[in-house]
């Protein structure tokens, strides 16, 4: 009787550890899953911020390339100043572009 009582304490002992491992290990699995949806959420902003910055880059130099080719065409140099109404209406177009990549990428 003394040996089943025993037995009995040994055999609850094992499956208490045996319960408080596995919550261990699941806790520890949650927790690494949280970590890499955080690192994928991370990467996909750092790559939605490159894809802005390009976009920007890219509406930069078209307007400044516009611009040249303006200045070129009407006065002879890459670098002038040119007629109010053509200067605004270069910078409206990279207002606009510029809002539109935010639009895309933000």
């Not at 699941?26 to 890499?36: C, D, H, L, V, Y």
């Not at 400044?64 to 409206?92: F, M, R, V």
């Amino acid at each position: 009787m003394k040996n089943i009582n025993i037995t009995y304490i040994i055999v609850a002992f094992i499956l208490g550890l045996s319960i408080i491992g596995y919550a261990y290990i699941n806790q520890s699995s949650r927790r690494a899953e949280i970590i890499a949806e955080r690192l994928h959420e991370d990467a996909l902003r750092r790559e939605k911020q490159g894809e802005l910055t390009r976009c920007q880059n890219k509406a930069t130099r078209v307007y400044q390339e516009t611009w040249k080719k303006s200045c070129l065409e009407k006065y002879g140099t890459d670098d002038c100043s040119l007629p109010l109404n053509i200067a605004k209406s270069y910078e409206d177009i990279l207002k606009d572009s510029m809002d539109r990549c935010i639009s895309l990428y933000k």
